[in-house]
């Protein structure tokens, strides 16, 4: 397999009568995608807004981020299963508009959802502040079911998200990237000394609108499986999270997963990046055994010395994590752990739900608990009246000037377990 | 005091130090199923916490799943 992401920049939005690029500029006819969305019938309505980065804006609560693609060549067609058919992605090329955003919000499904601030002090904690971004903003019908609505929105931001690259083929691109997918029997078999190395890339799936969607299938019905690093760019795994904002694997980071990037960097030079491994965060115990077991089976049957493992959320999935962590150390494959902490407001509470010593090597994305005071914007997209009810906001969050109050658990990918953000912590 | 941890992922009771521990259903409905009909989901309801109250009166001497 190999994928060609043709990456045009936009540094600029706007509506304007005809969808398409000029530049850097990309013009979007708000009408028009209006009306694609509005083909639902479960949406009563659909508001359409742009921020920019350092616009004095607030945006929430987010539910999901998505970076428009579409595919220029090869089979099928982006984020499968839901615009695409369910045919296998990640060969051929994929059109990239890089630099912007779609976020979807409104007043939806849950409380846990996000916010983003285009500027001051919260545009330091979410990587939504530096990208230019088209708000979504998603009334549903008041008669529909709660996880019809999830769905109505999920679907809502694929589309918008698919809708505006489409209108930009025939631009040429500003940088095209290529990545190969070889083989197990080619990609084994390369690089002879250097340690083969693995990905067990976990994925959110208690159920109750915290799922994960795998090629439309939802992923707390898979059994641990292989995946191609080529077709999750093309949006093989997208979100339907309604959790924590902080650190939910929204279907932007995805797309772009650091991790995969950072082992494609170094492939071929100090470590073999064999494979990906997706696995899920089920509510039993009894699935939280079969799963990492199965996925640390995969993992010996690729003979890795080595695997990266990530985790979404917190709380439950700690014990996924260390599950598969102490069964690949058990194994013989040495592991890395890349998580996020709950560890009170200061920071001195025990950071995960469980632990093991066999995690000597943690990468953390910061402490989720840790508050900060967000200023008044002097615009806010979506409804700023579920600041006291989104996780991390609490009673009173919301101040009469407008400022909140809220943990860094609210702001959406502030503790990305997938290292998208800037936070880290240290020990001390 | 005697105390019984009843809770669906055994890995976490036992992490956080508890003694006598009872696994359950699932994290949503730890003592429920809701793919059970009302009688079979009592039944289920009276048998973990008949099991609870066994866990309660026995002695232990370490970290102990009944």
């Avoid at chain 1, 980065?53 to 607030?58: A, H, T």
């Avoid at chain 1, 409104?106 to 939504?128: C, H, K, N, W």
């Avoid at chain 1, 920071?347 to 910061?366: N, R």
Wanted: glycine content about 8%.
């Amino acid at each position: 397999m190999k994928l060609e992401l043709h990456k045009i920049h936009v540094s600029q939005l706007r509506f304007g009568p005809s969808t398409g690029l000029e530049g850097s500029c990309l013009t979007v006819n708000a009408e028009e995608l209006r009306a694609l969305l509005l083909e639902d019938s479960h949406l009563a309505d659909v508001e359409l807004d742009i921020a920019h980065p350092g616009d004095s804006v607030r945006i929430m609560p987010v539910k999901d981020a998505i970076e428009p693609r579409c595919k220029l060549e090869g089979p099928g067609e982006v984020f499968p299963g839901f615009i695409g058919p369910v045919e296998t992605v990640g060969e051929g090329k994929t059109l990239v508009l890089e630099g912007m955003c779609v976020l979807t919000t409104g007043r939806l499904v849950a409380a846990q959802e996000g916010i983003v601030d285009m500027s001051g002090p919260g545009a330091d904690y979410t990587p939504f502040s530096r990208t230019c971004n088209l708000a979504v903003v998603l009334h549903p019908r008041e008669d529909v079911k709660l996880h019809e609505a999830e769905h109505a929105c999920r679907i809502a931001g694929l589309k918008a998200a698919h809708y505006l690259a489409a209108h930009c083929k025939n631009h040429p691109a500003d940088t095209v990237e290529s990545y190969e997918a070889p083989s197990l029997r080619e990609g084994l078999g390369a690089h002879g000394s250097l340690p083969k190395v693995a990905y067990i890339y976990m994925l959110q799936s208690q159920g109750l609108l915290h799922d994960t969607w795998v090629y439309g299938v939802d992923a707390k019905r898979i059994l641990p499986t292989l995946i191609s690093p080529t077709e999750i760019m093309d949006g093989a795994i997208i979100s339907g999270n309604c959790v924590s904002a902080c650190d939910k694997n929204n279907t932007y980071v995805h797309l772009n997963n650091p991790i995969i990037r950072a082992l494609y960097d170094r492939h071929g030079k100090d470590l073999n990046f064999v494979g990906v491994v997706i696995t899920n965060e089920n509510v039993t115990l009894a699935d939280k055994q079969r799963s990492s077991s199965y996925a640390v089976k995969l993992a010996s049957m690729l003979g890795v010395d080595a695997v990266v493992i990530s985790e979404e959320g917190f709380g439950n999935p700690d014990a996924d994590l260390v599950l598969n962590c102490v069964k690949a150390e058990k194994a013989g494959i040495r592991t890395v752990l890349v998580t996020d902490e709950f560890a009170g407001a200061n920071g001195a509470s025990q950071s995960l739900a469980d632990s093991c010593v066999e995690g000597d090597a943690c990468v953390t994305g910061g402490n989720a608990n840790a508050t900060i005071l967000l200023p008044p914007m002097q615009k806010v997209i979506g409804d700023i009246g579920q600041a006291d009810v989104i996780a991390g906001g609490f009673f009173g969050s919301l101040k009469p000037d407008g400022s909140l109050e809220v943990e860094l658990q609210a702001i959406m990918a502030a503790t990305n377990e997938l290292g998208f953000n800037r936070l880290g912590a240290y020990t001390i | 005091m005697p105390v019984v941890h009843m809770a669906s992922i055994v890995p976490i009771s036992q992490s956080v130090g508890a003694n006598r521990i009872i696994p359950t259903v699932a994290i949503p409905h730890p003592l429920g199923d809701p793919t059970l009909d009302a009688a079979e989901e009592k039944a289920l309801r009276r048998k973990l916490v008949e099991k609870a109250l066994t866990a309660l009166s026995t002695n232990v001497s370490e970290q102990t799943v009944f």
